[in-house]
C-alpha cells in the first residue's frame, strides 16, 4: 500500500449488538469532537446483510445518517421506510431511530451527531 493512504476497510472494528441489535456491524469514529459547536462525531459503519442498529434514543442531539451505499430498511418514531445509497436521514432530538440491512449487500453509512439543545421543546 501507498504511504499514507489506508483502506477505510482496514480501520473498521466489530460492534457486536449494536443498541441491541442483531448481529455485529463493523465500524469506526472518523472524527470526535468533545465539545463545542458542529458535529460531535462522525462515524462510518458497516452493516453486513442480516444485521442492524438497534432501536434507540439520544437526548438533545441531531443525528443523521447518509447512506453510502447499499440499501435497508430504516425505523423512525414509529415508522419503517426503505433507504438507500445517497439517502440522508435525520434523526430527531428525544426520537427512536434503528436501521436493519434486509439485503444480501453491505449497507454503508456515515453517522453525524450534532449537540442539541437540553429542553425537548426548543
Do not use: C, Q, W
Not at 93 to 99: N, S
Amino acid at each position: 500500500m501507498t504511504a499514507g493512504i489506508v483502506n477505510l476497510r482496514a480501520l473498521l472494528a466489530p460492534k457486536p449488538h449494536d443498541h441491541g441489535g442483531e448481529g455485529t456491524i463493523l465500524a469506526h469514529r472518523v472524527f470526535a469532537r468533545g465539545g463545542g459547536t458542529g458535529a460531535e462525531f462522525i462515524d462510518l459503519a458497516v452493516l453486513p446483510p442480516g444485521t442492524s442498529i438497534g432501536r434507540h434514543r439520544h437526548g438533545h442531539d441531531h443525528e443523521t445518517y447518509v447512506v453510502l451505499g447499499g440499501s435497508g430498511v430504516m425505523y423512525r418514531d414509529g415508522e419503517e421506510f426503505r433507504v438507500g445509497a445517497g439517502d440522508v436521514v435525520v434523526n430527531a432530538p428525544f426520537g427512536e431511530h434503528g436501521l436493519r440491512n434486509d439485503s444480501d449487500a453491505d449497507l454503508t453509512l456515515l453517522v453525524f451527531e450534532e449537540a442539541g439543545h437540553d429542553d425537548p421543546d426548543s
